[in-house]
Each structure stands twice: as structure tokens, then as C-alpha cells.
């Protein structure tokens, strides 16, 4: 998240977190969405650098990543809580 401050990073990490939750359909509270979308979001840049050679720009494209990042989080927690 390059010319992001670490508060602007927990914000965008909160909204998306809050987004993944409700398109994933889960209950998971103020301070894991934050995490989630925080950890989301390295995620969500690591696969897109992975995959495209580069991340996507601006407060929008860093939402969104963090978003598909959140997502991916919350379905690979699901899957190991199955497994178990």
C-alpha cells in the first residue's frame, strides 16, 4: 500500500472487512474486520502482483483488493472449520 498512511490503511481495512462480511454472510464483529481486511489486503496485493505483475492503484483499487482478499480469508477459514 504505497503512499498510504497506517491510518488510512486501518480505515480502508475496517470498510473492507465490513464488505467482505456481508457479501460472505458472516457475524464477525468491529476487530476482525479490520484484521481481515488488513490482512486481507497483503493478500489480495500478493496475488494480484503474483498473477498480473502489479497491484492496483488509488484508495478504490486498494478497497477492492482488499475486499477479494477479505473474501478469499473468510472462505478458507470456512473450509478449514469443515475439515475439523
Known amino acids: 500500500m504505497e503512499g498510504f498512511g497506517w ?13 467482505a462480511e456481508k457479501i460472505m454472510k458472516t457475524d464477525t464483529g468491529l476487530l476482525m ?12 496485493n500478493w496475488l494480484a502482483y503474483a498473477i498480473f505483475g502489479t497491484t492496483a492503484g488509488g484508495a478504490i483499487g486498494q478497497l477492492v483488493i ?19
Open 7 to 19: 491510518i488510512m490503511s486501518i480505515i480502508l481495512g475496517a470498510i473492507a472487512g465490513w464488505i
Open 33 to 44: 474486520n479490520i484484521i481481515l481486511g488488513i490482512v486481507g489486503a497483503l493478500l489480495g
Open 66 to 84: 482488499a475486499v477479494i482478499g477479505a473474501c478469499i480469508l473468510i472462505a478458507i477459514g470456512r473450509f478449514i472449520r469443515r475439515k475439523t
